[in-house]
Structure formats: C-alpha cells, structure tokens
C-alpha cells in the first residue's frame, strides 16, 4: 500500500462515521518501500513494529523500535518513520483515528475523567511502549487487535475497535501510567514550530527548484546552520529530504495513473527525464517503467 505523505495531512483517514485507519507500510529497500517523511495531522496514531526495526522520529525525540513494540503520537506533532541504517527488514502497522471516535452523546465519568482530558491535553499516552511492563504488554496486544479487526472487517468490528481503545484507556488508568506533561519542552516546541514551516514550503513548491538558500532564509539561518538544524530535526540531509518525497509521489502517481513516465518526472520536480529514471532506480531498485509492472 502506498500512502501519499505531505508534511501536513489533510485527508479523512477511514470515513466521516468511523474515522480510523490502518496502513501496513514497508520500509525496507526494494520496490515496495515507502518513505514515511517528516509530517503531522490532526489525528493521533498508534504504531506497531511488525517486522524487524524501525526508527521513529516523535517531534525531537528518536526511538528505535523493535519487532513487537510500539508508539503513540499525539496529534498534530511531527513524525517520521525511518528503516535503520544498518539495514535488515523494517516494516509496520499505523492505527490513524480521530479522537472524536470516543466521543459520547452521554457526560459520563469516563468521559470526564479521561477523553476530555486527552483531546484537552491535560493527559498525555506515553510515545514509547516497549514490553518491559505489564501495562505495555496489554497495550500492544490490544493494538494488535485493532489491527486485526480492522483487516478481517467482521460484523461488529466497529464495535470491537472501539472496546479495545477504551481498554488502552483502562489500562493506562490502572497502571497509573498517563502523563500529566508533555515529554517536549519549549525549545523543542520552538524547533518544530520553525520545521514545520520549511516543510510546507516544499510541500508548496515541490514541482520548482528548490535550494538550500531558499530553505535557509525561512527561518533564517546560515546555510551550515540549516543543514545541521534539519538534519537533527529529521534525521535527513535537506536534499534527500526532498528527493525522497519526489520519489514517493511518483510512485504514487505510477500506481495510480496512466501519465506517462516523463509527465510524472515534470510533476513531481524532476527537469530531467534521465536523472529521475536514474534517481528511481537508486530508490527503488527499479526503472519507473519496471515498477508500473510490478504492481
């Protein structure tokens, strides 16, 4: 499955009267990797390593997960999603849902005690969950159903997506273990703040040329000092940052159109016929026209 990633995300994930998601993404090398760049939206997500390794960017922090574990992002914060340098199978689950799901026409306790609290960031889900506790353990397997309900779509999985959420929510209650802060501190708000609007500005001119002085004077900075700002900020150079969104955009449009090869290339900022067939294929271990074939 090939997920269309912009820095901020503006499509409905699920439907208007169920608005929840999920996404089993690839991110070890070939041709069907996807690159999960630096991007936010409204609504929190829950992530499951299902293969290997996977590195997780959350605002400033970077986790490395493994097989089993998982995280949790709340809404509107910056992520990205990374197979490790070293190399091997990296692959995961991503559970996107609007928290509006555990609304309720009724003022209750629950909703009192802890939605409310959540949509007003008066609560906080803990990012990293390993399966060094027993409250994490639960939680990762009641994440692993939601997937599985999710993909089986049997007669009633609505229902049972929903229980499992509130069961994440009861467990957390239990165990003590919500937040009362947020893990990010004023500079790092600051940071992201200042992240997020270079990423909607190459999100904005991804068909021109873009330079690193174009970048640079948005914020502003020196050109060694951006460099090194959105390198720690997104574990990319600027440059690749850009090719990897181009690439993934054109596979999309690959899949999902009959444009031919070099008006995709135009469409998503390559000038050069040539060098986006070369840059493909050193992202996809393939040719544009051999990935058409595959799917």
């Known amino acids: 499955m090939l997920i269309e990633q912009v820095s901020h995300e503006q499509r409905i994930h699920g439907t208007t009267l169920f608005p929840l ?3 089993p993404v690839v991110l070890t090398p070939g041709p069907r990797q996807e690159f999960v760049n630096i ?3 409204e609504e929190v997500e829950f992530v499951l390593v299902t293969k290997g390794k996977v590195m997780v960017q959350v605002g400033a922090q970077l986790f490395s997960v493994l097989e089993g574990e998982g995280v949790f992002i709340h809404s509107e914060l910056p992520h990205a999603l990374m197979a490790p340098e070293e190399g091997g199978e990296s692959e995961f689950t991503a559970i996107v849902f609007d928290m509006k799901l555990l609304s309720s026409s009724m003022y209750d306790l629950a909703t009192s005690r802890y939605v409310n609290p959540l949509f007003e960031h008066k609560l906080y889900i803990p990012t990293y969950l390993s399966n ?3 409250w994490e353990t639960k939680i990762l397997s009641y994440i692993s159903e939601i997937i599985t309900s999710y993909l089986d ?5 609505e229902i049972a997506i929903k229980g499992y959420i509130y069961l994440i929510m ?3 209650a239990k165990y003590d273990a919500f937040m009362q802060n947020s893990e990010m501190s004023r500079e790092d708000n600051l940071k992201l703040q200042q992240l997020k609007r270079v990423l909607s500005y190459i999100d904005e001119h991804m068909k021109n040329k873009i330079t690193l002085e174009d970048l640079a004077e948005l914020l502003p900075m020196s050109r060694g000092h ?5 390198k720690q900020m997104t574990q990319k150079r600027p440059m690749q940052y850009i090719i990897d ?7 999309k449009l690959l899949r999902e159109t009959d444009w031919s090869i070099l008006e995709i290339g135009l469409e ?5 016929l040539s060098y986006f067939i070369k840059t493909f294929r050193e992202s996809k271990n393939c040719t544009p026209k051999q990935f058409r074939t595959l799917l």
């Open 153 to 157: 779509q049997q007669s009633g999985y």
């Open 245 to 251: 969104l181009r690439i993934n955009r054109a596979a």
């Open 39 to 41: 991007h936010w939206h």
């Open 170 to 172: 009861a467990v957390l």
């Open 132 to 134: 060094q506790t027993i």
């Open 226 to 230: 951006f460099c090194r700002f959105f």
């Open 21 to 23: 998601a999920v996404y």
């Open 268 to 272: 998503v900022g390559f000038e050069d």
